[in-house]
């Protein structure tokens, strides 16, 4: 079983539209959490931080639910330029970041 | 700001070469990490560098070896490509304070024919 999974999709929205993404990990002892953005052929870009309060970064919210081991990220009214894959990355530790495959979002006029 | 540099963007090679991919951090960031990423995969932890020392060691292949210089400045070396090894090479930066946070470079193409 991978350390991080995620719901590879894709999901194919219209713009405007709200879509939420989940994540689970299987390491209880897992430190910090993050969604990154990787468009095709291109690096990993860091979208935002997930915390235990929950944190939201304008059109973006995500969630950190450390009993169910569970981390989302909402994105509510979809822009084209959303589309992209995005990865949900657990730190286990300073050096041990595992990546969940991603999910790819396909915004839609 | 500045960002993580890699060099080459991109590298052709044949079957049995070498290569070296080279990676320039952030400035004043102490730690280097190196990412496989293949074709419709997510990025494979390679390796890891804190402070010029080997600092953690993930699915890199014996015919791999990494190292971090005085300069923070990262290589890693690769001895007789193979076909599977086609890929994106990432390498990321953090500092080791507070949140860990990664930053990724653009990363290297390496096409082994």
């Known amino acids: ?109 | 700001a500045a960002g993580v540099i890699q060099s080459p963007r991109h590298l052709i090679k044949e079957k049995r070469e070498t290569a070296t991919l080279k990676c320039y951090p952030i400035p004043r960031h102490d730690t280097v990490y190196w990412y496989q990423q293949g074709p419709g995969q997510d990025p494979q932890f390679l390796i890891s560098f804190y402070e010029k020392m080997q600092s953690d060691k993930g699915s890199i292949p014996d015919r791999f070896s990494a190292q971090q210089f005085s300069d923070y400045h990262s290589e890693l070396n690769m001895s007789s490509l193979e076909l599977g090894d086609s890929a994106l090479y990432f390498c990321a930066s953090s500092v080791r304070t507070g949140e860990v946070t990664e930053y990724f470079g653009p990363g290297t193409r390496l096409t082994v024919t």
């Not at chain 1, 959490?33 to 995500?62: H, I």
């Not at chain 1, 169910?68 to 959303?82: A, N, P």
């Open chain 1, 1 to 109: 079983r991978k350390e991080v999974e995620q719901d590879p999709g894709p999901f194919n929205v219209p713009e405007g539209a709200t879509v939420a993404f989940n994540c689970t990990y299987s390491n209880s002892a897992s430190q910090s959490f993050f969604w990154y953005r990787q468009d095709c052929r291109k690096e990993p870009k860091l979208l935002m931080s997930v915390y235990s309060s929950g944190n939201e970064d304008g059109r973006f919210t995500a969630q950190l639910n450390r009993a169910s081991q569970y981390i989302s990220l909402l994105i509510r009214d979809s822009k084209l330029s959303d589309s992209a894959t995005y990865l949900c990355v657990v730190n286990e530790k300073y050096n041990d970041m595992r990546f969940g495959a991603g999910t790819r979002l396909t915004v839609k006029p």
